[in-house]
């Protein structure tokens, strides 16, 4: 409707020029009246309150239709990103997808609302136009019309530029958005450590190659339009020339040769512009493309069936993986987590500690053997799924710029405030929300970062706590807590343990799972021990060489 009503305002701005044409030949006639003045300044006024009003709807629909667009491309974009796969979230890959969520659907709202509906309104314009010239005089018209299928080559060598920089442009863009997501998230270690600024090479490289790009775009682009700009604009003495011979001989009325050496002019404008707007128009063409390419993207492989196991326990066989091809991470991981009980894993740093936990999350797919959660084999059921089934409580806690109260209701949308105070007392928060200014409705800023580290922590243990579901995965993280902070979440910890559910913990100091009903010592892209804290220290393995180490440190 918006693209409609603009062509339309468009053609009716055309009825200037008949007017013109109608006043000139009063004048030229020399019968001019008052009466006949007054028509044509009324039809004017009259075609003016209707370009308006046509103006106005063409914009507001344009405007209003292309904000819903740009809504629903962003709300479909946003229940894909629930479908692809979690290991492609990688970091150059999330600067593509900032990218295309907010610029390339920016640009594709732009066709919509603006280029459109100016390229169908100026083509028509075109159109006509070169039609009312050939009517006054067909040798004009015949010139104006050959200058204008050289629009064609003009326009294929832009579009020839528009695929070759353009994408290279798109493509360097979303580099330099991952960057600068990178920068401003780490914003406090590059000031640390004083590489804020132009001394953050990788960010200012960014920039740089981006503007490099831009500008190689713009210098090919420019010299093509501005050579037909020339041939375009050589029409005017040329098409005058033509016509005054005519009009010399007798052959044609003044205020005919007066309106075939008007229109010239306002054809190159309006060529210009058709110009100008088809460049960009191939150029949002990638932007829509880019969006498709995310829709297109793979999606996670598997049932959407609910996945609801009679039993929870966790039994990795012969686990192979590796991040990297040819880096082994997990070279045949075998154990069993059973339910109801706290399995701990240890090991030195990098053994791969996390990596089990993200297999079992299906952030990554393992590369040999198999995962069961209740006997039954996860490769064929999707991530979402099996998320359903677990709580993670991580070193690194994703809290939303939103309240505390919310923050915690993620867990469980439908939970009551009664329940959500309820999970905050069990994770050891209670109180300090409480102190809070609003208490549960204070906003916690970005990323929480009005919290600290044992705060936020502890938020995603009440988060966990909520969420109660079956499978319980821990990565207990506090060593970088100050003492009174450690000792709460510790607490917050053991009364998670509490509730029956299968536990997979792994822990940085040995003496807090030292009453795990089963230890697993990772090493080597192995399970090279398992037992209780009592087996493992009659072994005298690796488990007793980390206790001793760590029971040194103690004293
Ligand atoms: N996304 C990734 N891409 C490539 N390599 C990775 C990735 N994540 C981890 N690794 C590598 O895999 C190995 C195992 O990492 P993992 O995080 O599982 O170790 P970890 O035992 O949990 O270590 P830590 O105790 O220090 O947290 C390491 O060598 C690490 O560098």
């Avoid at 991530?383 to 690194?396: G, P």
């Avoid at 799972?513 to 192995?526: F, H, M, T, W």
Wanted: proline share 3%.
């Amino acid at each position: 409707m918006g693209v409609a009503f603009t062509v339309l305002e468009g053609l009716l701005s055309s009825c200037i020029y008949f007017s013109l044409y109608l006043l000139i030949e009063m004048l030229l006639n020399h019968n001019v009246s008052s009466s006949r003045l007054t028509q044509l300044t009324l039809g004017l006024a009259g075609i003016f309150l209707i370009r308006l009003i046509t103006y106005s709807i063409g914009y507001t629909q344009g405007q209003i239709g292309g904000a819903a667009v740009s809504k629903q491309i962003r709300l479909y974009l946003g229940d894909k990103f629930k479908k692809i796969p979690l290991f492609r979230f990688t970091q150059g890959q999330v600067g593509q997808y900032v990218n295309t969520m907010t610029s390339d659907v920016n640009s594709y709202e732009q066709i919509l609302t603006h280029k459109t509906g100016n390229l169908v309104k100026n083509i028509t314009l075109s159109i006509m136009l070169m039609g009312f010239v050939c009517w006054l005089y067909l040798p004009a018209g015949l010139i104006l019309l050959t200058v204008s299928l050289l629009f064609i080559p003009n326009m294929w060598l832009s579009f020839r530029i528009v695929k070759k920089y353009g994408q290279a442009k798109n493509t360097i863009c979303a580099e330099a958005v991952s960057s600068i997501v990178e920068y401003v998230s780490g914003i406090q270690t590059f000031r640390a450590y004083n590489m804020s600024g132009a001394k953050n090479k990788a960010t200012t490289n960014a920039m740089k190659d981006f503007s490099n790009v831009c500008y190689k775009y713009e210098a090919m682009g420019i010299p093509v339009g501005f050579a037909f700009s020339i041939i375009d604009w050589l029409t005017v003495p040329v098409v005058m020339l033509v016509a005054a011979k005519a009009w010399m001989s007798g052959g044609l009325a003044g205020v005919d040769y007066l309106m075939i050496c008007m229109m010239p002019m306002l054809l190159a404008k309006l060529f210009t512009s058709i110009s100008i707007d088809l460049f960009s128009y191939k150029n949002l063409r990638i932007s829509r493309n880019n969006i498709q390419k995310v829709v297109d993207g793979p999606e996670e492989q598997g049932m959407d069936k609910p996945f609801a196991p009679d039993s929870h326990d966790i039994t990795f066989q012969n686990v192979r993986f590796s991040y990297v091809q040819g880096e082994t991470v997990l070279n045949g991981v075998d154990f069993r987590a059973k339910v109801h009980k706290l399995t701990a894993i240890v090991g030195a740093s990098g053994s791969g500690k996390s990596t089990i936990l993200n297999l079992i999350a299906k952030y990554y797919e393992p590369q040999g053997g198999r995962i069961l959660i209740g006997g039954r084999p996860v490769e064929n059921v999707t991530a979402q799924r099996v998320l359903e089934q677990i709580s993670i409580v991580d070193q690194d806690v994703f809290l939303f710029d939103d309240t505390v109260r919310e923050n915690i209701r993620h867990a469980r949308p439908e939970a009551t405030n009664e329940e959500i105070e309820s999970a905050c007392r069990k994770a050891n928060c209670d109180v300090f929300i409480r102190k809070m200014e609003k208490g549960y409705d204070t906003p916690i800023g970005e990323n929480g970062n009005l919290l600290s580290g044992g705060e936020r922590q502890r938020l995603s243990i009440a988060r966990a706590i909520l969420k109660n579901s079956p499978i319980l995965l821990l990565d207990e993280a506090t060593a970088s807590l100050d003492i009174e902070n450690e000792l709460a979440v510790k607490q917050a910890i053991v009364n998670l343990l509490d509730d029956e559910k299968t536990v997979i913990m792994i822990a940085h100091t040995l003496s807090i799972i030292k009453n795990a009903d089963q230890i697993l010592v990772v090493s080597g892209g192995r399970i090279s021990e398992s037992g209780t804290h009592k087996e493992l220290l009659a072994k005298d393995g690796k488990y007793v060489a980390m206790w001793s180490a760590e029971q040194k440190l103690s004293i």
